[in-house]
């Protein structure tokens, strides 16, 4: 009986937590979707590639976190299934196409306000505490290696990809994504040679 | 097993995604598509008035009957107009005599309000334009300039220096009046041949 409990309050503490993160990740996507809030975010490449759809997607994680972190997990074996969906989703919205799409067309906007939490937020922040290291590796190593590239293609395309956006807007995204691959890769050089490592894992 | 069934589904719909939100794997941006777009289904144009480099007024309709090769520019902009301008300056040249005017008609549109008669003419001359066959034109009512910029596609901002960012390409418009093809303007050579076969 005390053993029920005791599961009962931890079970409430964790209820409470997880609706105080779903909180958080919803009021991020209302405050991102503000009109001012967007004119700012989406007046530039950078802004809008490497500000908004991340604070899109990071409130997604939040509420991932809180509402369904128990849920859907026979289906989700070791995290991989939830990194596929958001791995197509990140992929279909770094097509210049769709990113011209989202501010042309309203409708196209809304949908980035939906999918980018739900389909690349929310299965991130439930598949990732279930991947194995190994796994986690694997997908920080591509990170860095396709912003290098994405970057270096911005920088070196002499044509414009996105009618809505400045070519020198573009080779400045370029180099802000090669900057941040090269801060990435600085971190885990760090942790690799300064690191604590766990023997146990 | 479940596992590995979920994947191979996730994989096979992701792809299919993906496919059809490049046209299979034609185009990744926004120009790709308006091009392909045109191409499968060509569009009428709006009846627009425009006032040429001499000042007469003036319809793309009126073209219909003859091959009509329409550009985007504006007369202050020194790259990307200026390859423009030299690429119909090119095709007047090299189309067989009589043909222009005739069976092909050229109009460069000024999508910039600062554009007056006079910078027209001082652009036409530049690229020794003969306006009877090549008429450098500004639309006069706004709201025209924004239907006609929609139905084209063409996308303009203007930069902090007083100049824009557009879309660059020659829009190929047939016969009956219908936008068909759009292709870069650069080489010219590729222009010629796609009119070649229109001829």
Known sequence: MEAAMMLMRRVNLSYGQACLKTAIGISLITLLALPACRALLESSLINHMLVQIPLLALAGWMIGKGMFSSLFQEWNERGIPGLLIALFAMLFWMIPRWLDAALSEPLWEVMKFITVPLLIGIPLGISWPRMSPFSRAVVWANAISMLVVIGWLYVAAPVRVCNNYLVNQQEAFGYTAMMLALAIAAYWIGVVFFGKWDKAE | ?199
Not at chain 2, 36 to 59: C, N
Not at chain 2, 99 to 109: A, E, K, R, W, Y
Not at chain 2, 124 to 146: Q, S
Request: proline content about 5%.
């Open chain 2, 1 to 199: 097993m479940r596992g590995a069934i979920t994947i191979v589904a996730l994989l096979i719909s992701g792809a299919g995604v993906l496919w059809a939100a490049t046209d299979g794997l034609q185009v990744i941006t926004a120009e790709g598509a308006r091009r392909l777009a045109i191409e499968d289904k060509p569009k009428p144009l709006p009846a627009v008035l425009l006032t040429d480099q001499r000042g007469e007024a003036f319809r793309l309709q009126d073209f219909q009957g003859s091959n009509l090769l329409v550009e985007f520019i504006y007369t202050r902009c020194v790259t990307l107009c200026t390859s423009l301008g030299e690429t119909f300056e090119e095709v007047a040249r090299k189309l067989p005599d009589g043909t222009l005017g005739h069976q092909v008609h050229m109009v460069s549109i000024s999508f910039d309000p600062r554009d007056h008669m006079d910078d027209l003419k001082e652009y036409g001359e530049r690229f020794d334009a003969e306006p009877d066959h090549w008429r450098i034109a500004r639309v006069e009512n706004h709201d025209e300039l924004k239907l006609l910029l929609n139905t084209f596609g063409i996308t303009v901002i203007p930069d902090r220096w007083g100049n824009f960012e557009h879309n660059a390409a020659v829009h190929f418009v047939d016969r009956q009046g219908y936008l068909d093809k759009i292709i870069d303007h650069d080489p010219p050579s590729k222009t010629l041949e796609t009119l070649w076969k229109r001829l």
